[in-house]
T-cell receptor, first 114, second 110 residues
């Protein structure tokens, strides 16, 4: 069974640009969550999607947005990039997004903003 | 505010030298405490879920325990392949999201 796939693996952008990251969950998983990981802050929750609906959102500015498609694939978008957005962006999937479900993470997209 | 603190931030062990990693949390109404392992360049990989104080789970050289205020990840006779960052996280309180600690970077030297 294929794991969670994130593309691209690495991305370099400049300030002010926008970026779109993609995540394909494990087949049959309907919940997709996104996390930002930085050395100082650890993993910070961005948002969670289930059946194409955003079910939960973290404390990030509106420049961070996402969506989920009918096949459960998800994208997140960051507009007007800032230097502080440089981070590893991780996507995780689970069957139904219940509290007691373990998350399966992808290897992440390493975003560098210059 | 619900939060989780992991200690130590980094730990260096000799192969075979057992130790414990700590995860302390402040939340009312814990619904689940999770341990993940993260290797460099990869996403976290699930290890354990604990739900109530007194619960213990084991996997190979790892054993996770839970009290009302903290969780421990005990590593018995570690090997170099156990080197990784170990993350704990919880669901609980008023939050509907998984809150992660900043991790413990474990290095096991041969």
């Amino acid at each position: 069974k294929a794991g969670v796939t994130q593309t691209p693996r690495y991305l370099i952008k400049t300030r002010g640009q926008q970026v779109t990251l993609s995540c394909s969950p494990i087949s049959g998983h309907r919940s997709v969550s996104w996390y930002q990981q930085t050395p100082g802050q650890g993993l910070q929750f961005l948002f969670e999607y289930f059946s194409e609906t955003q079910r939960n959102k973290g404390n990030f500015p509106g420049r961070f947005s996402g969506r989920q498609f009918s096949n459960s694939r998800s994208e997140m978008n960051v507009s007007t990039l800032e230097l502080g957005d440089s981070a590893l962006y991780l996507c995780a999937s689970s069957l139904a997004g219940r509290d007691n479900e373990k998350l399966f993470f992808g290897s992440g997209t390493q975003l560098s903003v210059l | 505010e619900d939060q989780v603190t992991q200690s130590p931030e980094a730990l260096r062990l000799q192969e075979g030298e057992s130790s414990s990693l700590n995860c302390s949390y402040t939340v009312s109404g814990l619904r689940g405490l999770f341990w993940y392992r993260q290797d460099p360049g990869k996403g976290p990989e699930f290890l354990f879920t604990l739900y109530s104080a007194g619960e213990e789970k084991e996997k190979e050289r790892l054993k996770a325990t839970l009290t009302k205020k903290e969780s421990f990840l005990h590593i018995t006779a570690p090997k170099p392949e156990d080197s990784a960052t170990y993350l704990c996280a919880f669901y609980g309180g008023a939050t509907n999201k998984l809150i992660f600690g900043t991790g413990t970077l474990l290095a096991v030297q041969p």
